[in-house]
Every structure is written in C-alpha cells, then in structure tokens.
C-alpha cells in the first residue's frame, strides 16, 4: 500500500536511485502498534529476499519477497 503524502513532501522523498540496498542490512517497520524486523539476503532487480527476524504472524526465519519501494518505507536499523 502507498503512503499518501502532498506532492511538496512527496519531491524530496528519496529515490529509489539513491537507496541503496545491502546484504545483512536490518530494516524495521513500525506499523499501529507492532515491529517487524527484517535482514535483508538477497536483491534481484527491484524484488529483495529478507528474512524474519521478528515480525507478527510470521514465523522467525521465515524468507518473504519485498519490492524496493516496499523496503524503502521501512526504516534502516542495521548495517553489516
């Protein structure tokens, strides 16, 4: 799902350009209430491999597939 946000904050979010995704990178969303932390494994174009570190209704371990733009809402917590 996409942020709604105005168009003068939307011009000076980051790029997917910009970001730049790395191996062992630990990524948190933060979402009414709950945490989930992810470590990131692998990127394959604009799909990226995490595993579950900790996550609701999800298992530990778990690998799920994230678009870049679904990471990039997240917040870095970690860099390997």
């Known amino acids: ?12 979010m980051p790029t ?10 630990v990524w948190r969303k933060d979402l009414l209430g ?14 990226i491999d995490v595993e579950v570190i900790q996550a609701p209704g999800l298992r530990e ?6 678009t870049g733009s679904a990471l990039a809402a997240m917040a870095l917590v970690s860099v390997v």
């Open 16 to 25: 997917k350009a910009r970001l730049e995704f790395g191996r062992g990178q």
């Open 1 to 12: 799902m996409e942020r709604l946000v105005s168009p003068e904050y939307r011009a000076e």
């Open 61 to 66: 371990g778990t690998h799920v597939r994230l």
């Open 34 to 47: 709950t945490i989930a932390d992810y470590r990131l494994v692998a990127c394959q174009g604009d799909l």
